[in-house]
Every structure is written in C-alpha cells, then in structure tokens.
Nanobody, 124 residues
Framework: QVQLVESGGGKVQAGDSLTLSCAAS????????MAWFRQSPGKEREIVTS????????YYRESVKGRFTVSRDDDKNTVYLRMENLKPEDTAVYYC?????????????????WGQGTQVIVSS
C-alpha cells in the first residue's frame, strides 16, 4: 500500500509557475498509475492529469493542456506537476492519487490511494 504526501502549493499571481510534488512511501510508484486531481470550493473534485506506469502515456484535462506537465521519478519515488501560466481558475486544493492496474481512469472513485492535498491560490 502506498502513502502519498503533496507539497509545493502556495499563493501566486496569474501567469506565474509552480511545481507540486507528491512523495510516495510504502511502495514504489513504478507499480502505480499516478494522477493529480483538484477541488475548488463548491465544486466536485476533478482530474487534472494522469500518467501510466513508466510515464509512457498521459492524460490532461482540456483546460490545462499546454500549461501543465506531469512527470515522475521512480528512483526518488516522487511525482511532479509543473504548472505554468497559472490562471485564477486554477485555484484549488490539488491532490495526488494512485491506483494499480493499466487504465488511465479519470474519476476519483477509481483511485484508492490519496494524499492530503496542497492548496494553490492564483490571484489576478
């Protein structure tokens, strides 16, 4: 079973960049599909990106394509989310999630392992 801890959130201005980290323990992320979700106040949790084992394929929600990049370092057992050209609508709590298997599911119900979240606030 894998445990996940996010870090790197903060308050930035629109147009700024930020990199979130998700440090895993208990098991190596090489065995997991890794994903980032986010949740804004009053909204449902939504997927931001997911990446297959080995990083061979990735999914991005339309609104972050070209601005966000997911990457993984299996040796460091860490997943990253590089966010560029941030917009106020990116403001949310960002969660790291993991699942075993091969499918890049997009719904939170399919991910059994979660971090505690890290807050990102983008001001205009």
């Amino acid at each position: 079973q894998v445990q996940l801890v996010e870090s790197g959130g903060g308050k930035v201005q629109a147009g700024d960049s930020l990199t979130l980290s998700c440090a895993a323990s208990g098991s190596n992320i090489a065995s997991y599909i890794m994903a980032w979700f986010r949740q804004s106040p009053g909204k449902e949790r939504e997927i931001v990106t997911s990446q297959s084992r080995g990083g061979r394929s990735s999914y991005y929600r339309e609104s972050v394509k070209g601005r966000f990049t997911v990457s993984r370092d299996d040796d460091k057992n860490t997943v990253y989310l590089r966010m560029e050209n941030l917009k106020p609508e990116d403001t949310a709590v960002y969660y790291c999630a993991a699942r075993e298997g091969a499918m890049l599911y997009r719904t939170q119900e399919m991910y059994p392992y979660w971090g505690q979240g890290t807050q990102v606030i983008v001001s205009s």
